[in-house]
């Protein structure tokens, strides 16, 4: 297998969206989107304790045309949505949604990180969807880390979330070919990771330290893969978490605001009018 060359390494910045503080690898300086991923962020919060469920988080808001996708680290997130799942993921999974034509989801600390206090850290990353499943029957799959296949090597761990990897197969269900990986590795080891060379690959780095083809990336730092090959040569300097995005481009272009993503502008205008117009659903959260 031959090296997938390097593009780019690009450090994440830091952002505040609504008065949540977290890092943002993409969209960045140098891309607005690397197709089909749209949005890459990086939260780690401390919930201080002794508050309500739902004082915390993000209450309702709606979503169309793509799937936003959240990676828990650490603490648990609780989506409920306008379509009535409701559902606790926790460290190791994966909250996975497919909003099609569109749903109205909260996302918050669970009931005893709210009450106990205590950290959260999570990815979420927006995938697009090809214009012809835009608008299909909203999608949501709650993973845990038992539900996630999981391959385990010398000094590494590799988790599969949607897409085919070495004979395992993510449960999520996508609407174009990719693959989605969540991993770590020990100081000092090595892994290679093989993905086809024409999908779009960028691996995020949580944390840590690695040696990647060559080229030195540290904690949140986004790498960008040249379509040139099929492998990533891992090399921890020290212990490092990180993801890997890498997936068939869609190649359509991409109209999008604020929580929607369609094709063209007029799309848009429609998505304002149906939230607007409830056509998204009515989201009631119940706490207990
Ligand atoms: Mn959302």
Partial sequence: MSKKTVAQIIPSQKINMGGHLL?????????QQLDPFLLIHHAEWTFAGNQR?????????????????????????????????????????????H?????????????????????????????NTPAKYKM?????????VEDTPKIEGKGYELQIVAGDYDGNVGPAKTFSP???????????QTLEINLPANYNTLLY?????LEVNGRSAERKDLVWFANDGE????KASVDTRFIVLSGEPIGEKVSSYGPFVMN?????????????????????????
Avoid: C
């Fill in 231 to 234: 492998s990533l040569n891992l």
């Fill in 53 to 97: 469920q739902q004082e915390v988080g993000i209450g309702g808001h709606p979503h169309r045309g793509f799937s936003p996708v959240t990676f828990v680290f650490k603490g648990e997130v609780r989506h409920q949505d306008s379509f009535g799942h409701d559902a606790v993921v926790g460290a190791g999974g994966t909250q996975w949604m």
């Fill in 178 to 188: 990719m693959t989605l990986l969540r991993g770590q590795i020990n100081a000092h």
């Fill in 136 to 144: 299909e029957r909203p999608y949501y799959l709650p993973l845990s």
């Fill in 23 to 31: 890092e943002q690898p993409l969209p960045n300086a140098f891309m």
């Fill in 264 to 288: 063209t502008q007029t799309e848009i205008m429609e998505a304002l009018r149906d939230s607007q117009m409830g056509k998204m659903g009515v989201l009631i959260e119940s706490f207990d």
């Fill in 99 to 127: 909003a099609g034509k569109g749903i109205v989801h909260s996302e918050r600390p669970s009931k005893e990180l709210a009450e106990k206090g205590g950290e959260q850290e999570i990815i979420q990353f927006w995938v």
């Fill in 205 to 209: 780095l949580l944390d840590g330290q």
